[in-house]
Nanobody, 119 residues
Framework: VQLQASGGGLVQAGGSLRLSCAAF??????LAWFRQAPGKERELVAA???????KYANSVKGRFTISRDNSGNTMYLQMDSLKPEDTAVYYC????????????????WGQGTLVTVSS
């Protein structure tokens, strides 16, 4: 399994960024974005199943959009209306998103990409 994340950067509050994750060889049914802010635990941001069903953390609903390209090999996270509290290292992961809406991550992680939102 190979996961390669890109697209982080510095943006002002209220701005937008789009993250990308190239994913190859995953045997699981979903891809996901996690983030980890300094001093905090890694948390799930959004997940998308192979057929397109999505799941979002409450903190990003209505602001972030997760998607995949037609090949399924690239996942995106469009982040709009960014807030300083969105500042974190963002990681892509592959795992299983169940019908119960729970996400079970695998041990396969992309390298992190830093998103910094200034106030």
């Amino acid at each position: 399994v190979q996961l390669q994340a890109s697209g982080g950067g510095l943006v002002q509050a209220g701005g937008s960024l789009r993250l990308s994750c190239a994913a190859f060889g995953s045997p699981f049914n979903a891809l996901a974005w996690f983030r980890q802010a300094p001093g905090k635990e890694r948390e799930l941001v959004a997940a998308i199943r192979n057929e397109g069903r999505t799941k979002y953390a409450n903190s990003v609903k209505g602001r972030f959009t997760i998607s995949r390209d037609n090949s399924g090999n690239t996942m995106y996270l469009q982040m709009d209306s960014l807030k300083p509290e969105d500042t974190a290292v963002y990681y892509c992961n592959t795992g299983n998103l169940y019908l119960s809406d729970s996400y079970s991550p695998s041990d396969h992680w992309g390298q992190g990409t830093l998103v910094t939102v200034s106030s």
